[in-house]
């Protein structure tokens, strides 16, 4: 009987050696550091612009990182739940930033911040801002930010033991007049290194690339047209907005004397593209300054036009629009 008992026990012991295994060592994390930087360029009549940012976010690519038992963790999810996962905090320093004062015609960049990240693909940064002032033909102004969020989409890497270095690169010119009030209207490029020397070592071209300003008027400040295959967009006088894929006339008075270069009818909606000016790529709601009717009517923007309705005719169908807000 003890005979059986201990062949028992022998067997027992080899059984779960098998199904364990030998203990393996915990893999080391890949790493990799991601260097942000901001820079901007300079607009006649802008003096400062100063945006205050209190956190920074960065958005990985879960699965292909093997972060799917983090994926809808509390830490990951964030205020909006399950939809924020895959957010990682960047920096949570709260800082402020001239953007007047880095001029990239000028080489001119300040560090945003440095971190080791897991090494991976990236596809979006997010910057959280507490608040935008400027200083407008000598008037210091408040600048509203719709939702106090910056979202940069665009990919990127981080590889193991290297350093990524990153330019956040803004249009000034998203400072738009709004009713009685200024918003800025998110127009942000992600730059590498390479991308910021070559645009800088361009600056002086004889035409606009996509996204950069043109001037019939302020021709020592920019080019007098864009580049070939490219639309001029009339931005300096274009008041429209875009709801739900339409585009409206707000009726609003703007006088600055600088476009900007689009690339409308490629079959994308690109950066500085929406319904108003290439409704061609963008029709799609997505695209519009409010992709609801409910984002619309809980802003303070429509309250302003409802002031103004029966004042310009061009504007009634914004109006009738308005008046159905709750």
């Known amino acids: 009987m003890k005979k059986v008992l201990f062949i028992g026990l022998i067997f027992a012991i080899l059984f779960f050696a098998g199904c364990t295994g030998p203990l ?14 901001i820079t901007d360029k300079k607009v006649v009549g802008l003096e400062k612009l100063n945006v205050t940012i209190s956190s920074v976010e960065v958005h990985a690519v879960l699965r292909e ?57 990236y596809t979006q940064i997010r910057l959280m801002v507490k608040e935008v002032k400027a200083v ?63 645009r800088n ?24 047209e864009c580049c070939e295959g490219l639309t001029e ?35 994308t909606c690109d950066e500085r593209e929406d319904s108003c000016n290439c409704p061609a790529d963008c029709s799609e709601a997505e695209y519009s300054d409010y992709p609801t009717l409910d984002d619309f009517c809980s802003s303070q923007f429509s309250a302003t036009i409802i002031s103004h309705c029966g004042q310009l005719p061009e504007t009634d169908e914004l109006c009738a629009l308005a008046e159905t807000c709750p």
């Open 233 to 267: 967009w009339d931005s300096g006088f274009d008041t429209r907005i875009s709801i739900a894929g339409n585009c409206y006339e707000t009726g609003l008075e703007s006088g600055n004397p600088v476009g900007t270069c689009i690339n409308c009818g490629n079959g």
């Open 136 to 198: 407008i033909n000598g008037e210091e102004v408040n600048v509203e930010v719709p939702s106090e969020k910056l979202k940069i989409v665009s990919n990127f890497e981080i590889k193991e033991n290297q350093t990524t270095e990153l330019i956040i690169d803004f249009s000034p010119e998203s400072v738009i007049q709004s009713g009685n009030g200024y918003k800025l209207k998110p127009v942000i490029k992600l730059l590498t290194e390479k991308e910021f020397k070559e």
């Open 65 to 121: 990182q093997g972060l799917i038992a983090d994926e809808n963790s509390d830490e990951n999810a964030g205020e909006n739940g399950a939809e924020n996962s895959g957010w990682i905090l960047f920096s949570s320093e709260e800082r402020t930033f001239d953007l007047m004062a880095l001029d990239s015609t000028q080489g001119l960049k300040e560090l945003l911040g440095e971190k080791e990240l897991s090494a991976g693909k």
């Open 24 to 37: 393996e060592p915990m893999p080391l994390e890949k790493t990799g550091k991601l260097s942000l930087s």
């Open 201 to 224: 070592t361009n600056q002086n071209a004889n035409c606009a690339k996509e996204t950069e300003r043109f001037s019939k008027v302020y021709t020592e400040d920019y080019p007098s």
